[in-house]
């Protein structure tokens, strides 16, 4: 199903599906505790994209040396996702 911005709209079981599966990465934030200011869907949509990212991050040799553009927009959304995490959870993700 499309959203209004053109992206693929999560439903309440897939963001459940997703939340239910996720793991912490290595060398990432924690984000196994959802925080009371998100609802199931902003925090499975936080948690895939995440998820996406860390993929990502295995190719960031390839991505750096053939594909200069997509590493820097990678590094956008790694930068974007770290200011969604702070503003969300806080100091709580250092300890």
């Not at 991505?63 to 820097?72: H, S």
Request: hydrophobic share 35%; aromatic share 12%.
């Amino acid at each position: 199903m499309k959203g209004k911005e053109g992206g693929t709209k999560l439903t309440r079981v897939e963001a459940e599906k997703i939340i239910e599966n996720y793991k912490p990465h290595k060398g990432f934030f924690n984000l196994g505790t959802k925080p009371d200011t998100l609802g199931n869907i902003e925090y499975a949509k936080i948690l895939r994209m995440q998820t996406f990212l860390t993929k990502q991050r295995k190719h960031q040799g390839y991505l750096k040396e053939f594909d200069p553009t997509q590493w820097a927009m990678l590094k956008e959304m790694f930068g974007m996702l770290q200011g969604i995490i702070l503003a969300h959870w806080g100091d709580a993700v250092f300890y």
